[in-house]
């Protein structure tokens, strides 16, 4: 008797690529079943009657989960696995709103590819932080038809808009849900910064570097360095030194 043995690194491979294979067939054939629509299609409705849904799952294998749910309402549903898609596929569908599987991270690289085609994003939380995702798969399920018939449930996000003016390259612009940091690069000296506030000159200072961040983001880089937290809708941007040469420069929300 012939034996071929495989290193366990090897055996731990091919059982997760089983698994992914399982997925993935699972998610195809729930998706014929339900009529679901990849991203290639686009259809235009019928009428005023039933939405479209974008659907975004990165990992391609936990679609399934919630898709009887939004196809009991009538829903179109595309499936997209990638930022860049959800964001050609809404400006496309048009959709009510847009479904991120994930964590916050998804939500807000999802957020930051619809750029100005903002629509209201249900976080269904598959990651390890879920202050934006808010929802469980079962939670989801749960809630989902509340979330239509009720849209005080939606809450307004501030979003910052930024623009990079190099002075030899091309000018570059995006979008952030959570902020802009802006430091030094190679060889990593401190920078000096000369802040204004709709044109009005508002300080001047040398540090490491600055985070403007909105107020959902006040959880984020701004309080690992000292800055306040703010309600997430207020219309507000919180200025935060990294490192400022200064005893008198401090966090201020503006």
């Known amino acids: 008797v012939q ?3 495989l290193p366990i690194s090897r055996i ?7 698994r992914m294979l399982d997925q993935w067939r699972l998610r195809e054939e729930t998706i014929e079943k339900l009529g679901f629509l990849d991203a290639d299609q686009s259809p235009p409705r019928d009428d005023g009657t039933d939405g479209h849904v974008v659907l975004v799952d990165e990992s391609r294998n936990q679609s399934a ?14 499936v997209v696995s990638s930022f860049e898609d959800a ?16 964590g916050d991270g998804s939500i807000i690289g999802v957020a930051r590819a619809l750029g100005a085609n903002q ?11 879920g202050y934006l995702a808010e929802f469980t798969v079962d939670e ?36 952030a849900v959570n902020d802009c940091v802006v ?8 920078v000096e910064f000369a802040i204004s506030v709709d044109g009005d000159e508002l300080t001047t200072f040398r540090g490491d570097g600055l985070v403007l961040s909105t107020p959902s983001g006040s959880t984020a880089q701004n309080m690992s360095i000292g800055g ?12 935060s030194p990294v490192a400022a040469h200064s005893l008198t420069h401090r966090p201020l929300v503006v």
């Open 140 to 175: 989801f399920r749960q809630q989902f038809e509340r979330l239509l018939a009720e849209p005080q449930w939606i809450s307004r996000r501030m979003m910052l808009d930024a623009t990079i003016v190099p002075a030899s390259q091309p000018t570059s612009r995006s979008v």
């Open 3 to 5: 034996t071929c043995a």
């Open 183 to 190: 430091h030094a690069g190679p060889p990593f000296r401190m």
């Open 119 to 129: 629509k209201p994003i249900i976080g269904v939380n598959l990651g390890k932080l």
């Open 87 to 102: 964001g050609e596929r809404t400006a496309a569908a048009d959709p009510d709103f847009v479904v991120v599987l994930g």
């Open 65 to 78: 989960n919630i898709c009887e749910t939004l196809a009991h309402d009538d829903h179109r549903v595309f």
């Open 228 to 239: 306040p937290i703010v309600q997430s809708e207020v219309p507000a941007i919180i200025l």
């Open 12 to 18: 731990r491979s091919l059982v997760r690529l089983k």
